[in-house]
């Protein structure tokens, strides 16, 4: 028999129980402070979760407008294999706009905390377990499947939250939940009230990050015998979070063995989320976080080389991600020879060690070290002279009221090309010019771009830095400018000049 945290003997067994969960990003998660996502959107999340095999999908609340229910629809015309529903207040009106969203089913929320009963919706404990027993049987006669959730149930007498919740089950509930709404509960709290619940009907956990403790509690629940467990992409959600669905998948997972959604679908789906609402990813973030599986220090890559769980929990591939070893001021012989390596370029002991001398200097200065850096010292030290084939001699950009378009110049295997280009603002219309002059060549893909400004005002100057791959092979390069457009298409250049360099055949243009 298995048991959460070490066969703890208060804890239920995990055998034969099948934990899922449920994803709130486009509702709870949406509720962030400036996030606000299109009802396209929101499909594209919904059937990447639902190709992730999340059990239930909490499309958003159809009470809140007109412009809700359309994205609601949206999801539920779909097919999804997940559940979708409706988040509902405790009123019967909601319950039939979330009906006329085509959901399946309905995250009915009322109040449990004497906070919410008295001062909230000025009620009593008794009025409140008759009007949830009408609204679930309400609900229940139009085909819904419901879940209730007694709000600040973390708050809440846990003798009359269990009488809530047991009326709920009676009146036809398909399961309950009591929400650590304002992420105030300890793990011993959120235990006490999921080991008595779960012994009413099937629960479901929603916990948020205030105290930081959003994974342990939500674990603890499990624990406790919750077997679904409520969370959003990336932990986003109000104030500091709901739970983050990837770090509780994969702690069940990697931790006891449990399976609750396909984790090679977490890293895509973290970088989803976090581009459309335009909330950017901590590099130390568990599970999706660039940092995650990226090794600098010279102990580390040496050790990661010789033994790849040698410095990590589990490997990259669970969860969609690829190890990355980088260089800074902790690089050591081992991490440089086999950045190189990966570039094919074989070093001799004593320019290793010239190598390795110049990189730990530049990290020195602050400074990632990119690949194109790594090249060119190595260029350098070996006396080698490299002829670039794609330079950029001159960038026009313009954007406005109209459409943004840009020129740009490139010397092209020593042939000058001039082609023009449009996109949603100047960095995507330069970028589009590069790629027409290229033509096929241009086919690299772009895996990652950042920009960080280095220096404050008005007239600051960013970094960007971008990884492009072609074919097996990837390159990062950074470039700096006082104009984004300017630092992002050389960087682009640059990265496309490292990539065709070793390429036999010439870069055509397409006619």
Not at 14 to 37: C, K, N
Not at 67 to 80: C, F, K, N
Not at 472 to 484: E, F, L, N, Y
Request: net charge negative; hydrophobic share 40%.
């Amino acid at each position: 028999m298995r048991t959460l945290f070490g066969d703890h003997p208060a804890t239920a067994p995990l055998d034969g129980r099948d934990v899922q969960f449920l994803d709130t990003t486009l509702r709870d998660g949406e509720q962030a402070p400036g996030i606000s996502l299109t009802p396209d959107e929101k499909a594209e999340i919904a059937l990447a979760l639902d190709e992730a095999d999340v059990a239930i999908v909490e499309a958003g609340s159809a009470c809140t407008g007109a412009g809700e229910r359309e994205t609601i629809a949206r999801v539920t015309e779909l097919g999804l294999d997940a559940r979708v529903t409706s988040f509902a207040r405790g009123v019967k009106d909601d319950i039939d706009l979330a009906l006329d969203c085509g959901v399946d089913g309905v995250n009915l929320v009322v109040p449990a905390s004497d906070r919410h009963v008295e001062e909230k919706v000025d009620s009593t404990r008794g009025a409140v377990i008759e009007e949830t027993v009408e609204l679930v049987e309400y609900a229940k006669e139009h085909g819904l499947w419901v879940e209730v959730l007694g709000e600040d149930g973390s708050r809440a007498d846990l003798g009359f939250l269990s009488e809530l919740m047991d009326a709920s089950i009676e009146a036809g509930a398909d399961r309950i939940c009591a929400p650590d709404t304002v992420g105030h509960a300890t793990p011993d709290r959120m235990f006490e009230i999921y080991a008595e619940l779960s012994e009413l009907g099937p629960t479901s956990m929603h916990t948020h990050d205030d105290l930081g403790l959003a994974v342990m509690n939500a674990l603890v629940g499990v624990a406790a015998g919750a077997d679904l467990v409520h969370g959003t992409i990336n932990g986003i959600g109000e104030r500091a979070g709901n739970v983050a669905i990837e770090e509780v998948a994969i702690a069940l997972d990697h931790g006891y063995g449990v399976e609750t959604v396909d984790t090679e679908m977490l890293y895509d789906l973290g970088q989803l989320v976090a581009s459309k609402t335009g909330v950017p990813l901590a590099p130390n973030k568990a599970v999706v976080g660039e940092n995650a599986f990226t090794h600098e220090s010279g102990i580390h890559t040496d050790g990661t080389l010789k033994d790849d769980a040698m410095y990590e929990p589990y490997p990259p591939e669970k969860v969609g991600r690829t190890r990355r070893l980088v260089l800074g001021k902790h690089a050591g012989r081992a991490g440089v020879e086999a950045a190189l390596a990966e570039h094919g370029i074989d070093v001799s002991g004593e320019d290793l060690g010239e190598i390795v001398g110049r990189v730990k200097r530049l990290g020195d200065r602050g400074k990632r070290v990119t690949d194109a850096d790594l090249l060119t010292i190595a260029e350098e030290v070996q006396g080698h002279e490299r002829e670039r084939r794609v330079e950029l001699l001159d960038l026009t950009a313009a954007s406005g009221s109209g459409t943004p378009t840009a020129s740009v110049r490139l010397e092209v295997d020593g042939e000058e090309r001039v082609a023009s280009g449009t996109g949603s603002g100047p960095v995507d219309a330069a970028i589009a010019a590069v790629k027409s002059a290229l033509g096929s060549a241009s086919s690299a893909q772009l895996e990652s771009y950042h920009v960080d400004a280095i220096t404050g005002g008005t007239d600051a100057v960013v970094t960007v830095e971008v990884e492009m791959s072609r074919g097996d092979r990837t390159v990062t390069v950074a470039a700096s400018d006082s104009d984004i457009t300017t630092a992002s298409v050389r960087a682009m250049v640059d990265s496309l000049d490292r990539l065709l360099a070793d390429a036999d055949t010439p870069v055509l243009a397409d006619d």
